[in-house]
């Protein structure tokens, strides 16, 4: 079982940058990939970027290529997501989660921890 903490959420007005942090549990990690997805009210989870532990190989939703960074820091075991030029419409809570597998999946059924979400509100 993987434990999942994140943290780093808050209120920010628009242009504004947050880095939000995912703390893991377990140590072996070398097969597993670590996301962020989000999920605005009344809307579904979706995925916003992902890192292979491994290799540190990473994907990003369009709507957040060039603004957000995810990074791992393996002696940590955490997950970083360096968020910049931040939206209005990036409120949601979001999410850290962990997949058992070498590829980077993008929906949200293909992983098998979940923390308990952080949120971001971002104002206009």
């Known amino acids: 079982q993987v434990h999942l903490v994140e943290s780093g959420g808050g209120l920010v007005q628009a242009g504004a940058s947050l880095r939000l942090s995912c703390a893991a549990s377990?140590?072996?990690?070398?097969?597993?990939?670590m996301a962020w997805f989000r999920q605005a009210p009344g809307k579904e989870r979706e995925f916003v970027a992902a890192?292979?532990?491994?290799?540190?190989?990473?994907y990003y939703a369009d709507s957040v290529k060039g603004r957000f960074t995810a990074a791992r820091d393996i002696a940590k075991d955490t997950l970083f997501l360096q968020m910049n030029d931040l939206e209005p419409e990036d409120t949601a809570v979001y999410y850290c989660?962990?997949?058992?597998?070498?590829?980077?999946?993008?929906?949200?059924?293909?992983?098998?921890?979940w923390g308990q979400g952080t949120q971001v509100t971002v104002s206009s």
């Open positions: 377990e140590r072996t990690f070398s097969y597993y990939v």
């Open positions: 890192v292979r532990w491994s290799d540190g190989n990473t």
């Open positions: 989660a962990v997949a058992r597998r070498y590829a980077i999946p993008t929906t949200a059924t293909a992983y098998d921890y």
